[in-house]
């Protein structure tokens, strides 16, 4: 007999056919990003969509299933959602800064979560509607969740960050509808109403909660910052809020008692730090939405089981 976490879960694999392009060395197996189930409602610039498989390989190589899920750095969302709705912890923490993506999180996880469905159902998307409906001042969280997605929808990249323009073009010569997808969204936002009991969102910050918890030897934490300190351009554009002192950041990993995993760019002033701190790096091979082949930098105390 199946429970509704399962139900949804079936749902959700009945919508997206997971695949994954194999290579002989594990380190090279290339996860083309549209292959994962989609399950966040966000169009996200720094989304680890690409991330799934290993985070599924990661937590299954720990000896004991953890009691905690903790991502400092949640944006998007795809990688507590996986692990809620996959059951790869028992409970699912979710932190982030950004008051716009905060909203969204706050909405979904919330009370309003059907209101927002609704929202996003009867609205009627042109590029003068968007304009009118994005020059209004949000009266409520749930306003600003609906603003906040819909902003994320018809700018270019999906980028929040202040001065991000409307898509012009888009597929097949679409232009602002292009990404608009409102039953897909409803059904995504459904699917998380299911197994919200077991995610705890906090608007606050990472690192902030990275220190409260890391005595905690039940928890592990997925961290993800915005951006590298080589990346001080990139992030900007992407992200309002992308300041953070990369050396804390690691100097506070570090001195974990639990499990952590974390990613970045591979850049050399990384490698500086992950020496440093005597941490394990790997080089793992990905692709972005456009099918090109990149590359980021896992980082731990021990990657043996990726390698």
């Not at 998307?125 to 994320?152: C, D, G, M, Q």
């Not at 409803?186 to 005595?215: Q, S, W």
Request: hydrophobic share 40%; proline share 4%; aromatic share 10%.
């Amino acid at each position: 007999m199946r429970n509704s976490n399962d139900t949804a879960q079936l749902i959700l694999f009945e919508d997206d056919v997971l695949t994954e392009q194999l290579c002989k060395k594990s380190t090279e197996r290339i996860v083309n990003v549209a292959s994962v189930p989609q399950r966040s409602p966000f169009r996200y610039p720094g989304g680890k969509t690409w991330l799934v498989p290993r985070l599924r390989e990661w937590l299954r190589s720990l000896k004991i299933k953890p009691k905690t899920f903790i991502e400092p750095f949640a944006g998007g969302g795809i990688i507590s959602l996986t692990v809620a709705f996959e059951h790869l912890a028992e409970h699912v923490i979710m932190v982030e800064y950004d008051e716009d993506v905060a909203a969204v999180w706050k909405t979904i996880l919330g009370k309003e979560n059907e209101w927002l469905v609704n929202r996003i159902l009867t609205f009627e998307l042109s590029r003068e509607t968007a304009i009118v409906e994005l020059s209004n001042h949000p009266k409520s969280i749930r306003e600003h969740a609906f603003h906040t997605l819909l902003r994320n929808r018809v700018n270019h990249g999906g980028i929040l960050a202040p001065g991000s323009s409307f898509i012009k073009n888009g597929e097949n010569g679409k232009g602002i509808k292009s990404r608009w997808y409102p039953e897909t969204l409803a059904k995504r936002i459904r699917h998380i109403k299911t197994i919200r009991n077991k995610i705890h969102f906090v608007h606050g910050d990472g690192i902030e909660a990275m220190l409260k918890y890391k005595n905690d030897a039940n928890a592990v934490f997925f961290i993800d910052p915005p951006y590298t300190a080589a990346g001080k351009k990139a992030g900007s554009r992407l992200y309002k809020y992308n300041i953070i002192n990369h050396e804390q950041l690691f100097r506070i990993a570090k001195e974990l008692t639990s499990e952590f995993l974390m990613t970045y760019d591979d850049a050399k002033g990384i490698h500086e730090l992950t020496d440093k701190y005597g941490l394990d790096t790997q080089s793992i091979a990905m692709k972005n939405t456009h099918h090109t082949k990149m590359t980021e930098l896992l980082i731990g105390r021990n990657l043996d089981w990726v390698r």
